[in-house]
């Protein structure tokens, strides 16, 4: 039995002909003298029709893509050639059906006596090894995209975390507050575009957050931004997002709040601030629901509800041509208009009520309600910061409060009293009290002890009023 091995093993005939890989022998002149049986299986062609012959045009005529593959520049025939060794791992073969297979080969010459005779080419077909490559790639690929949806959901989730206590807007009896109500609860449920109106600080971002959990979306994503709070270029990145290298400091790709956004909602607040480029991406996402990265080419396909807000008059910056018409018609699906707290007097001892439950737990204290005298004085301001104002005047006498009934400390002057306001249009008294506040901080706009801290805004949001209404130190 060891003989017959032993003489198995010195017949290297039958050992390539027992390997599972591919062997071609080819001598000087290129003409196959050897084809093993894993190369018939694998190519389909028989050693019977490829023996004598320069067999590169029949396995090895054409490279991947169908182009031409001169046996001139043959890596197996040019080791015959220079009787350099080669080891080939981007090419394919052909079978004789006609279709191909990626092959990894090896050419290698073969001498004798020290003078080059021919060469042996042996290969294997790797099919199989680059489909499960590209399933390796394409798994890889799928869980980076997903990790960076994750990363960048966790990151803005966290900002939205971290922002300052907003309070509570939809609490209220009065009859337009109720048929306000009735509006969102309608449209909660549907996909339709909302655009909510109002003045700044009576409870827009509140609405569109209600018709996010009302909606068969709640339990993906709202995303919010704030058109006010960025440049026009960087209002485009923030929105579609870059991709690393779009423009100076895109140090890596990001993802925008559209993408962020997909299959959940995506609020836009003042969007009477959108420049008309992005005015002009913004009709095409809405029309399309697709869109590229700034720097890119591929488009991005994305599942959303656009709910947007504004304190402008829309339609008359469409007739300044401040505003695109079609894009307005766009967002004028389904409109809600926010009562402004001095058309709501009357629900004011409700969100009192509601704003203090709050602030105890915001300020660790105990103050269990607010005196009539109080709130005869709250029913007589005409609220020109709204409900955010309200917050701010509240938070602030719980601070100083040391008994459990709160008394509004503060003097409402006679130049803020409704029956010497009722005649003057929004902007005047909205510019006033901005001024006032100005005044009371000296101006500073920034900052802990800043307007814009005391009138619960973005620096950049009361920077852009200011310029509207325009404000500036004399």
Known sequence: MAANIKEFLADSQLLLNAVGEGVYGFDIDGNAVFVNPASEQMTGWLSAELLGKNIHKYHHHSHANGEPYPSEECNIYNTM???????????????????????????????????????????????????????????????????????????????????????????????TFRDMLKQINLVAKTDSTVLILGENGTGKEVVARNLHQLSQRHNSPLVKVNCAAFSANLLESE?????????????????????????????????????????SKLLRVLQEREFERVGGTKTIKVDLRIIVATNQDLFAMVEQGKFRMDLYYRLNVFPIVMPALRQRIEDIPLLCNSILKQLNIKLNKNITGINKRSLTKLANYHWPGNIRELQNILEREVILSTTSMLNISQNFSKSHSVTNSANKPLAEIEKAYIIEVLNDCSWRIGGDNGAAKILALPDSTLRSRMKKLKISRL
């Not at 297979?101 to 010459?109: L, M, N, Q």
């Not at 890596?252 to 009477?272: C, P, Q, S």
């Open 81 to 175: 050639r220079d009787g350099v060794e080669r080891k080939i791992t981007h090419e394919v073969f052909w079978r004789k059906d006609g279709t191909s297979f990626p092959v990894e080969y090896t050419s290698t010459p073969v001498y004798k006596e020290g003078e080059l005779i021919g060469a042996v080419a042996v290969f294997r077909d790797v099919s199989q090894q680059r489909l499960a490559d590209e399933k390796l790639k394409y798994a890889l690929k799928t869980v980076q995209e997903l990790t960076e949806k994750l990363q960048a959901e966790n990151t803005y989730l966290q900002d939205e975390i971290n922002e300052s206590w907003s309070g509570s807007g939809l609490e209220g009896n009065s009859k």
């Open 239 to 279: 929105l579609f997002g870059h991709e690393k290298g779009a423009f100076t400091g895109a140090i890596e790709r990001h993802k925008g709040r559209f993408e962020l956004a997909d299959k959940g909602t995506l609020f836009l607040d003042e969007i009477g601030e959108l420049s008309p480029e992005a005015q």
